[in-house]
């Protein structure tokens, strides 16, 4: 459910404003963004052409 509710939260305000500590990455990662799930997991996202695409899911970005 909390999945859920960042992607209804990202459709709704976008790429940096909401739920989840919405947070733009760097380096390799440039040009993502990704929000808490919880304290260990990501909801790594970017959009394009007005789509939301999901990138990484119950992960840290860090670990991959």
């Given at each position: 459910?909390?999945?859920?509710?960042?992607?209804?939260?990202?459709?709704?305000?976008?790429?940096?404003?909401?739920?989840?500590?919405?947070?733009?990455?760097?380096?390799?990662?440039?040009?993502?963004?990704?929000?808490?799930?919880?304290?260990e997991?990501?909801?790594?996202?970017?959009?394009e052409?007005?789509?939301?695409?999901?990138?990484?899911?119950k992960?840290?970005?860090?670990?991959?």
């Open positions: 459910q909390k999945i859920n509710d960042l992607i209804k939260d990202i459709e709704r305000n976008g790429l940096l404003i909401g739920i989840g500590k919405p947070e733009r990455l760097k380096g390799e990662l440039n040009g993502l963004y990704s929000r808490r799930i919880n304290y997991h990501r909801l790594v996202y970017y959009i052409d007005n789509n939301l695409f999901i990138v990484g899911c992960t840290h970005y860090k670990n991959n």
